[in-house]
């Protein structure tokens, strides 16, 4: 039992009216790690962890978590997991205690032991001195964390977070990945869905690349790196005016990037970077700085689905 | 791209230790009982009405205005006097506020679903109906409150109540079981709507036209044929009938019976529906 896989899916699929919003997605997510599921806004994610998490039934392909299957086993597989949805989905009228005690009196603690597990749960994720204010007056990270809190009140084997960080400040978003790996070091598999390329190369020991309800790749973000060749150099300079003029030097394939001082150059190797930066310096170009490196998930993302991650503000995914 | 380290460590004010600890005192407790888990969904709904108190004052605050302007404006030209018209109008209110009341069992699971609690709630080991039965047996008690306004009102603008105490009670508790079954319409209306206000909206909208036409303001037969036919079978006619009949001490037994299934059958039709669009949405 204890060695059966976190989650283990075959051809699932669900559609909506005429969209394929799942349309066959394998997956096989070993226990114990964080396991990123990648990819833009509708591309699935959502209704994927909706139908693991119980949530929604698959109208085809099967899926089992922690060896129980998610239609037949529903409720085994609830007792398992805990899901912390895109929505911070925490009552807004109640107090951030109110919140903890409700889900520990549920779950099967009396009176007396929801009070203390509350209490200790707000304490861990620093929200003891905002215990008794309604949790509308919070701010986006503490919602967040009284979020993951309540999913935590008792322990999950396996934990689906849905895109845990949009729209929070870079400061709680790296609180939530604190969490997030304390979790993991504790023994609970995470299976993370995101649409940020940094939070899945920061967390994920594994990542499956999923775009138009199916998955497209998978494999360690290395390997994902690997996958696309070599990386790239990627140049600031002084004076954001100089830019064009910099980019006729790198010829052809120079790429200018969203930071208007910067621009770069795929698929160099250590003697064309030189060779490069040398140009530019000898054209009196000023450069502030520039790396050279293995290629990011943005370009690992472009070259398998043929178009950019979209990193704008999620749009709530109908389901 | 990964250059955003601008916030050092100590600045970050979740424990990771505690989380820690957290994390390893988590075990299971035993999984609680159905009634257990539905008191507790209750409790969620007295906390509701702790917070947020606008939401009963609200409806409350309409047939309360109503009962004031329809009695001293309109009273005499209805009634003869205001004291009669009162004792005509009151039972009426009771039944209107009550009712109103009742339409924010589907705004409210509405805005459940709409902020993703529902959700949770769903991917809970409990009975899944739970937090349903919870939250509609919650509303009860704003039903009592929502009665307990305008009977005190009600007295204090010189209602003279032959049935008694009992007679009150009675009429409260007609009331109230009538609108249980109602708020099963409205949770339904509650799933298939896509905003908390459309639900509000489609609520009162549907609510509105039943109350007017029915025996709440006026004797019915006052009123031409066709219109004083349709008032004579609306369900919120025979409430009206039952209440008024148990607050002046002249119980009317038909009506009575008429209220009480009246409530099994919205509840029949529309308890089992609302599971149903529940357990899929």
Aim: aromatic share 6%; glycine share 10%.
């Amino acid at each position: 039992m204890s060695d059966s896989p976190a989650i283990e899916a075959e051809g699932l699929a669900k559609r909506f009216g005429d969209t394929r919003a799942v349309d066959g997605v394998d997956l096989s997510v070993a226990q114990g790690a964080v396991y990123g599921v990648l990819g833009p806004n509708g591309a699935g994610k959502t209704t994927t962890i909706r139908m693991l998490a119980t949530l929604l039934a698959p109208d085809a392909g099967r899926a089992s978590v922690l060896g129980h299957d998610v239609v037949s086993e529903a409720d085994t597989v609830r007792s398992l997991v805990s899901l912390t949805g895109q929505l911070a989905s925490v009552d807004e009228d109640l107090t951030g205690r109110e919140n903890l005690v409700l889900m520990a009196r549920l779950l099967g603690h009396d009176r007396a032991g929801a009070r203390e597990r509350g209490n200790e749960l707000l304490e861990a994720f620093g929200l003891a001195d905002a215990a008794n204010r309604q949790v509308k007056n919070y701010s986006g990270g503490m919602r967040r964390r009284l979020d993951i809190a309540a999913s935590i009140v008792v322990t999950p084997r396996l934990m689906f977070l849905d895109e845990p960080t949009t729209g929070l400040d870079p400061r709680s978003r790296n609180q939530v990945w604190d969490i997030v790996r304390a979790l993991v070091g504790q023994g609970t598999t995470v299976l993370l869905c995101t649409q940020y390329l940094e939070e899945a190369d920061q967390l994920a020991d594994r990542i499956a690349v999923i775009d138009h309800g199916r998955v497209i790749a998978e494999g360690t973000p290395a390997q994902l790196k690997a996958s696309v060749g070599r990386g790239s150099l990627h140049v600031r300079l002084l004076e954001p005016d100089q830019r064009a003029r910099a980019a006729d030097l790198l010829g052809e394939e120079a790429q200018l990037e969203p930071d208007p001082a910067g621009l770069s150059l795929p698929g160099a190797g250590a003697e064309q970077a030189s060779a490069a930066i040398a140009a530019l310096v000898a054209a009196g170009i000023g450069v502030a700085g520039f790396s050279l490196g293995q290629p990011s998930l943005d370009e690992v993302f472009l070259a398998l689905t043929g178009h950019p991650a979209e990193e704008g503000e999620a749009e709530q995914v109908a389901a | 791209m990964s250059a955003l380290e601008t916030n050092p460590a100590a600045e970050r004010s979740p424990e990771l230790s505690q989380v820690h600890a957290a994390l390893v005192a988590g075990e299971r407790p035993p999984r609680p009982g159905i009634v257990a888990q539905c008191l507790t969904f209750g409790w969620r709904g007295m906390l509701k009405i702790k917070h947020v108190p606008e939401q009963l004052i609200d409806v409350t605050l309409t047939p309360v205005l109503f009962l004031l302007m329809f009695t001293y404006l309109f009273g005499g030209a209805v009634a003869g006097s205001t004291g009669d018209y009162l004792q005509f109008l009151l039972p009426g209110m009771l039944v209107q506020s009550v009712l109103f009341v009742s339409v924010y069992s589907g705004v409210a699971l509405n805005t459940d679903m709409t902020k993703g609690v529902v959700d949770r709630f769903r991917s809970l080991p409990i009975w899944r109906p739970a937090p349903l039965v919870g939250a509609v047996v919650g509303d009860s008690v704003r039903y009592v409150l929502a009665s307990a306004i305008v009977v005190v009102l009600g007295l204090i603008m010189g209602f003279d109540a032959e049935g008694g105490v009992p007679g009150v009670i009675a009429a409260v508790a007609i009331v109230c079981v009538f609108s249980f079954g109602l708020s099963w319409a409205f949770t339904t209306l509650g799933l298939v709507m896509r905003a908390p206000n459309a639900v509000m909206n489609t609520g009162f909208m549907l609510l509105f036209p039943l109350v007017f036409l029915s025996n709440i303001f006026v004797a019915p037969d006052t009123l031409p044929g066709w219109l004083e036919a349709f008032v004579d079978v609306n369900p919120i006619s025979h409430l009206t009938t039952s209440a008024r009949g148990l607050m002046g001490g002249d119980a009317e037994t038909g009506s009575i019976l008429i209220s009480l299934l009246s409530a099994g059958v919205l509840t029949a039709v529309f308890a089992p529906l609302t599971v149903r669009l529940y357990r899929k949405a």
